[in-house]
């Protein structure tokens, strides 16, 4: 959708290396969040913020950590990239708490 | 935790039959959303239902938000294989500023 977009839209890693991939959005929502894909487990949520610095986990937050400095911008960093961190990974955004959220095109992420 | 469910899990159908995914949350919901997402594709924000017993359309799509807040359908009429992908129903979790998703409905479709 016009508004969001995810860097990388893929990305190959080894064991162990730290990882970031960026959610940038031009639409100046105050919610953003990143969720995980997985077959037979849809959509999880790893963190979430709710402004500038203003973050929150998720049910899947550990070994993930974020950063939003400005509002058009939400990092997610694995720190020490695993094979259980192969997936796909959506960032979203949202104008107003809990209404309909824009989805970014994804990351798929492979840890090798 | 507040938990959305979604059933059936998968359906296949035959183009032209009928399509309902049912959700249902262990809360009363404020609202109920629902989202499509195409095979190799990302979620898009279907619509939102807020009050007891609405029902919504969409052209051959039928929402419905249950008396209680706690449960909703969608209801495809006549499918069409524009319509394959799968199907999330998400409520707000109480007391956070986040969306609980349903694990989804996989509609396939035999043209």
């Known amino acids: 959708d016009a508004g969001i977009t995810q860097s990388p839209r893929h990305k190959v890693t080894e064991t162990g290396t730290p990882v970031t991939l960026r959610c940038h959005q031009t639409?100046?929502?105050?919610?953003m969040y990143w969720y995980r894909q997985d077959p037979g487990h849809g959509l999880r949520l790893i963190h979430y913020?709710?402004?500038?610095?203003?973050?929150d986990k998720g049910e899947v937050s550990d070994g993930y950590s974020v950063s939003r400095s400005k509002t058009e911008d939400f990092l997610l960093t694995l720190e020490s990239a695993t094979s259980s961190q192969t997936s796909v990974y959506f960032c979203?955004?949202?104008?107003?708490?809990?209404?309909?959220?824009?989805f970014g095109s994804g990351t798929r992420l492979t840890v090798v | 935790g507040q938990q959305v469910m979604q059933i059936p899990q998968y359906q296949h159908v035959q183009e032209g039959e009928d399509f309902t995914t049912y959700c249902n949350s262990s809360?009363?919901?404020?609202?109920i959303q629902w989202y499509k997402q195409r095979p190799g594709g990302h979620p898009v924000f279907l619509i939102q239902?807020?009050?007891?017993?609405e029902v919504k359309k969409q052209k051959r799509l039928t929402f419905q938000f249950g008396e209680a807040k706690k449960n909703s359908s969608l209801h495809i009429t006549a499918t069409q294989t524009t319509d394959v992908g799968t199907y999330f129903c998400?409520?707000?979790?109480?007391?956070?500023?986040?969306?609980?998703f349903g694990q989804g409905t996989r509609l396939t479709i035999n043209p």
């Open positions: 979203a955004i949202s104008r107003f708490d809990n209404y309909g959220y824009t």
């Open positions: 639409e100046n929502h105050r919610y």
């Open positions: 913020s709710y402004g500038v610095k203003d973050t």
């Open positions: 809360t009363t919901l404020s609202n």
């Open positions: 239902l807020v009050k007891s017993g």
């Open positions: 998400a409520g707000p979790d109480q007391g956070a500023q986040k969306l609980v």
